[in-house]
T-cell receptor, first 110, second 113 residues
Framework: KQEVTQIPAALSVPEGENLVLNCSFT??????LQWFRQDPGKGLTSLLL?????REQTSGRLNASLDKSSGRSTLYIAASQPGDSATYLC?????????FGSGTKLNVKP | EAQVTQNPRYLITVTGKKLTVTCSQN?????MSWYRQDPGLGLRQIYY???????DKGDVPEGYKVSRKEKRNFPLILESPSPNQTSLYFC????????????FGSGTRLTVV
């Protein structure tokens, strides 16, 4: 069974820092990998979707990379802002099953 | 606007009183799913549906029912809610093709007393 792990579980950084969130998965036979943002008590907002054939995707200050062979993805956030404070989850898709990591809770201090 | 709509957003009910949480999507997605999210346990899949009249159990289906009579709707039914079903519930949808990602609803906060 696919297992998705996110490290670290929590991260606190000062405003302006560049940071990297990690996601690893055990089965490399994935269709795609998706990064989500979740604010407390709210729904999941899709940030980036990387297909299995792609190496990276970018949206504004966010860049996600995918190394399928090693079972890893990273989410890079440039010039972090207090508004980036949230929990970030990654999910991988194997056919019609989605597997979620437990998330990284990010706190960006002003 | 493409979206998944859940109702209600908040619900407080008593043990044993049947309830339904509705989910509707306007993206013509074949695949729909329900999750519950609890502190320390992450997202756990309850049921999913790959198309109309096709549903299957996820990881934690006990105490829940679903139906998929129309493509756009996928209601979650709790026939006899219990306090251990107090949770944050999410509906999500996707195209059947593997290239597509997930779109989530805003969530339903359910409290069973």
């Amino acid at each position: 069974k696919q297992e998705v792990t996110q490290i670290p579980a929590a991260l606190s950084v000062p405003e302006g820092e560049n940071l990297v969130l990690n996601c690893s998965f055990t089965d490399s036979a994935i269709y795609n990998l998706q990064w989500f943002r979740q604010d407390p008590g709210k729904g999941l907002t899709s940030l980036l979707l990387i297909q299995s054939s792609q190496r990276e995707q970018t949206s504004g200050r966010l860049n996600a990379s995918l190394d399928k062979s090693s079972g890893r993805s990273t989410l890079y956030i440039a010039a972090s802002q207090p508004g980036d404070s949230a929990t970030y989850l990654c999910a991988v898709r194997n056919f019609n099953k989605f597997y979620f990591g437990s998330g990284t809770k990010l706190n960006v201090k002003p | 606007e493409a979206q998944v709509t859940q109702n209600p957003r908040y619900l407080i009910t008593v043990t044993g009183k049947k309830l339904t949480v509705t989910c509707s999507q306007n993206m013509n997605h074949e695949y729909m799913s329900w999750y519950r999210q609890d502190p320390g346990l992450g997202l756990r899949q309850i049921y999913y549906s790959m198309n109309v009249e096709v549903t299957d159990k996820g990881d934690v289906p006990e105490g829940y029912k679903v139906s998929r009579k129309e493509k756009r709707n996928f209601p979650l039914i709790l026939e006899s809610p219990s306090p251990n079903q107090t949770s944050l519930y999410f509906c999500a949808s996707s195209e059947y093709r593997g290239l597509a990602g997930y779109t989530f609803g805003s969530g339903t906060r359910l409290t069973v007393v």
